[in-house]
């Protein structure tokens, strides 16, 4: 019997297998967008029961790694002792309650209850994306449990989903607060959506691009609310938490040195999954951690400037999806990010979905060409392929020279390309709103 189903087991514990699987079907569904109601119940439903069964499997006979250290950071708190002596903790205070709820359980049963929660939380994701473009855009997505199959197949499935499932990621809980808070903008809450934004600050860099929108709008009762909330939730004093900060940051730069885990370098032993523009301009052939830091900063300061720019054209612009379909694909950049990160583009590629739909001609195929690059960069290659070809680039001359500025760093060419698509195809005209 275990013959039988062990090549099955393998494919449903194969990232990269299922998420070229499930890419084709996804883009498949989203380029023809043929489904009927019940084939799209039957397709979530399926989505459902492969995903939980592939959980089951997965934990019978693997752990989070990941987890592992969150666990063992949060026994470290309830036991006084310094929750940054250990390298690997480079979350920033706020992390730390989470951390030290994961510790109140064992190991195992601490682990499975966060992956049963993660799976929960993308598909809850989805549907409060749907919910948020649903008030921007009315009737531009189904909202139904079962409603955009396609987008539900191409992100529960992805790379980036079963990856961050398996490590015990974080980034379902992050995606997942952001889009909680930009329902609450969406809503005029603009309080809420600042503290909604404290809990995802456990990766404070997806965070930032979504305190651009309060920025550009002086809506100051966000920025109040995330400030009260992010000193609050550490339970610390204002002093320990600056010096929480600065362990913090100490543990970041120890942990990117030749060699180690956030080494962007080909050198580095992790860096197949990695994103952002330090590891892009790497792959440019920049050289120098100086050097490609004040590019980084050069850059990052001129998509700050264009988000606030966007933003700002009026006190809120009419197609708000936009700019925060906008706002998700750029975050992908900002500073360290790593494949598992790009769920985020959940909304994004709901947003395109629907503007495909009410478009035809040149904007409709623009929609759909973004649509497909969310798609392809949720599904970047991870493992030892990367790794392989990275290495070979290394010694192969201008073939390994156009692999190394092409291939290895192609999510983040299609993320400045769908970047710049949305702001090209610019808000969506009043009158295919009403249809």
Request: positive net charge; glycine residues 6%.
């Amino acid at each position: 019997m275990d013959n039988v189903f062990s090549p099955l087991t393998r494919a449903l514990l194969h990232n990269n297998l299922l998420g070229l699987l499930a890419g084709v079907l996804a883009i498949s569904l989203l380029l023809t967008n043929r489904v009927r109601s019940r084939g799209e119940k039957w397709v979530t439903a399926a989505v459902w029961l492969l995903v939980a069964c592939r959980g089951a499997i997965f934990l019978s006979s693997a752990e989070c790694w990941d987890f592992r250290v969150f666990h063992s950071i949060g026994r470290a708190f309830w036991s006084g002792t310094d929750v940054y002596a250990d390298v690997m903790m480079q979350s920033p205070p706020t992390a730390v309650p989470l951390f030290a709820l994961f510790a109140l359980a064992p190991l195992w049963a601490a682990s499975a209850a966060w992956f049963a929660f993660n799976l929960a939380a993308l598909f809850g994701l989805v549907a409060i994306a749907k919910r948020v473009l649903a008030t921007l855009q009315p009737g531009s997505v189904s909202t139904a449990w079962h409603g955009e199959a396609g987008v539900s197949v191409a992100v529960v499935l992805s790379v980036a989903s079963t990856w961050g499932l398996d490590a015990g990621q974080l980034s379902a809980w992050t995606t997942l607060w952001i889009y909680l808070a930009l329902l609450a903008h969406a809503s005029g809450r603009a309080a809420t959506a600042g503290f909604c934004l404290a809990p995802a600050s456990v990766k404070i860099a997806t965070v930032l691009p979504f305190l651009i929108p309060s920025l550009a709008w002086r809506q100051w009762r966000t920025w109040a609310a995330f400030g009260v909330a992010v000193i609050a939730l550490p339970m610390a004093w204002p002093s320990d938490l600056m010096s929480m900060a600065a362990k913090e940051l100490r543990n970041i730069a120890a942990a990117r040195q030749p060699g180690l885990v956030n080494d962007y370098t080909f050198a580095g032993p992790f860096h197949d999954d990695m994103l952002g523009l330090e590891r892009w301009l790497y792959c440019l052939g920049v050289r120098g951690p100086a050097l490609i830091g004040a590019i980084q900063f050069a850059l990052l300061a001129a998509i700050t400037a264009l988000l606030v720019w966007r933003f700002s054209r009026r006190r809120q612009p009419a197609d708000v999806a936009q700019l925060f379909a906008l706002s998700c694909t750029l975050s992908c950049l900002f500073l360290y990010h790593r494949l598992y990160d790009t769920i985020i583009l959940a909304l994004p590629l709901l947003y395109c979905a629907a503007g495909a739909r009410r478009s035809g001609g040149v904007r409709r195929m623009a929609y759909l060409a973004v649509a497909v690059s969310f798609v392809l960069v949720m599904n970047f290659p991870r493992g030892w392929r990367m790794w392989t070809l990275a290495e070979w680039s290394v010694h192969a001359g201008v073939a390994g020279r156009l692999v190394q500025v092409l291939v290895l760093p192609y999510p983040v060419w299609l993320l400045m390309a769908s970047a710049a698509t949305i702001v090209a195809l610019g808000p969506e005209p009043a009158e295919r709103l009403s249809d």
